[in-house]
């Protein structure tokens, strides 16, 4: 009884996997924006926290556009980064932490090579710091606000 459970629940999962692989809009219909821009920033925490330890860093996504937008930010990165340090007023890039640097990344990356309303992608930067970055002090969500701010004014009039 018990092996024909089992060889059920591995055909299951054979078929869930093979849709998944051959499909990826049924496994992934209900992702949110939101959880994609999640997977991205955590791969460019993890190539920061990489290269500061000089290894070599190959990132794993479970959804598939976040791959994407995680190699064309990547392949534009140095003009990225060049963007915010015009922005950060006596301050360096470097001196940021490593989870904020991926937050700001990726609003800049949404700012320069997307169609999204502005006040979005920043209000959505300050989310993601709140959730993750945000110490006991609450104030790197106001940093982060300050910094795409006047990137934004800058960038798109």
Same mark, same amino acid.
């Not at 556009?65 to 190699?71: D, F, K, T, V």
């Given at each position: 009884?018990?092996?024909?459970?089992?060889?059920?629940?591995?055909?299951?999962?054979?078929?869930?996997?093979?849709?998944?692989?051959?499909?990826?809009?049924?496994?992934?219909?209900?992702?949110?924006?939101?959880?994609?821009?999640?997977?991205?920033?955590?791969?460019?925490?993890?190539?920061?926290?990489?290269?500061?330890?000089?290894?070599?860093?190959?990132?794993?996504?479970?959804?598939?556009?976040? @791959?994407?937008? %995680?190699?064309?930010?990547?392949? $534009?990165? #140095? &003009? /990225? =980064?060049?963007? +915010?340090? @015009?922005?950060? %007023?006596?301050?360096?890039?470097? $001196?940021? #932490? &490593? /989870? =904020?640097?991926? +937050?700001?990344?990726?609003?800049?990356?949404?700012?320069?090579?997307?169609?999204?309303?502005?006040?979005?992608? +920043?209000?959505?930067?300050?989310?993601?710091?709140?959730?993750?970055?945000?110490?006991?002090?609450?104030?790197?969500?106001?940093?982060?606000?300050?910094?795409?701010?006047?990137?934004?004014?800058?960038?798109?009039?």
């Amino acid at each position: 009884m018990h092996i024909k459970l089992c060889i059920f629940l591995c055909a299951i999962v054979s078929i869930y996997v093979n849709i998944c692989y051959n499909n990826s809009e049924v496994c992934y219909m209900n992702v949110t924006r939101r959880e994609i821009r999640v997977e991205v920033m955590n791969a460019l925490y993890q190539y920061d926290l990489y290269l500061s330890d000089r290894l070599p860093f190959i990132p794993y996504f479970e959804i598939e556009e976040a @791959e994407e937008i %995680y190699n064309e930010l990547m392949s $534009r990165i #140095a &003009f /990225l =980064d060049q963007i +915010i340090e @015009e922005h950060l %007023y006596e301050y360096s890039l470097g $001196r940021l #932490a &490593f /989870l =904020d640097r991926a +937050i700001i990344r990726l609003a800049v990356y949404e700012m320069v090579d997307t169609d999204l309303p502005v006040q979005i992608i +920043i209000d959505e930067a300050i989310e993601l710091t709140k959730i993750y970055s945000d110490l006991d002090d609450g104030k790197q969500h106001r940093f982060t606000n300050k910094v795409l701010d006047n990137i934004a004014k800058t960038r798109r009039g």
